[in-house]
């Protein structure tokens, strides 16, 4: 089955740990994406990469850390620079380009900072 | 300034009725996209209507259809003969071109309460 997984649904972290989310989609998308969504908000887009080795910040980028060595896969860290990393991320795929690509969205991955 | 505006907060509508959730929108480009998002309290994002910029119809998906007013700059999402499974949050978006590629900016959303 095609879809994107992210790993681990639950994540708990002290503070001034480092941690990285996994995100691996088999779409064959070029395209893939990182959003940060808070209780009761909408999604902030956080980094976005539309092909392999390239990446452009989002809005919300400060304290967090991409790579995109494979297509299949665009992990996100979360670095302790982040103040407030308690949230809901969720991680997105889609073709490129600017006409009818629905984005395809993961299960997410809730971090709590203890 | 907000580029996706979604005014309410919570609706609710009684089960079997329609209702419409609202989404005005800013951009200075021609050509973009607009879509509907369903997220229920799974956390899970369920991709619901497109509309393309110059789509002349209204964009239909089964009980869905998109109100498109485009010197408005508004893209309502309508539900017809509301379920008790389509209480969640909705998300109105939009793809545009931006630095480096394209992107999809997301409003605040609204929460769908159906009653029974």
């Known amino acids: 089955d095609g879809g994107i997984t992210q790993s681990p649904k639950y994540l708990f972290r002290k503070e001034g740990q480092n941690v990285t989310l996994s995100c691996e989609q088999n779409?064959?998308?070029?395209?893939m994406y990182w959003y940060r969504q808070d209780p009761g908000q909408g999604l902030r887009l956080i980094y976005y990469s539309q092909i392999v080795n390239d990446f452009q910040k989002g809005d919300i980028a400060e304290g967090y850390s991409v790579s995109r060595e494979k297509k299949e896969s665009f992990p996100l860290t979360v670095t302790s620079a982040q103040k407030n990393p308690t949230a809901f991320y969720l991680c997105?795929?889609?073709?490129?380009?600017?006409?009818?690509?629905?984005?395809?969205f993961g299960p997410g991955t809730r971090l709590t900072v203890l | 300034a907000q580029k996706i505006t979604q005014t309410q907060p919570g609706m609710f509508v009684q089960e079997k009725e329609a209702v419409t959730l609202d989404c005005t929108y800013d951009?200075?480009?021609?050509?973009?996209?607009l879509f509907w998002y369903k997220q229920p309290s799974s956390g899970e994002m369920i991709f619901l209507i497109y509309q393309g910029s110059y789509d002349e119809q209204n964009a239909t998906e089964g009980r869905y259809s998109l109100n498109f007013q485009k010197a408005r700059k508004s893209a309502n999402l309508v539900i017809s003969a509301s379920q008790l499974g389509d209480s969640a949050m909705y998300f109105c978006?939009?793809?545009?071109?931006?630095?480096?590629?394209?992107?999809?900016?997301f409003g605040a959303g609204t929460r769908l309460f159906v009653k029974a």
């Open positions: 978006a939009m793809r545009e071109a931006y630095t480096g590629g394209f992107k999809t900016i």
């Open positions: 951009t200075s480009d021609q050509s973009y996209g």
């Open positions: 779409l064959n998308h070029d395209a």
């Open positions: 997105a795929s889609s073709t490129s380009g600017r006409d009818y690509n629905e984005q395809f």
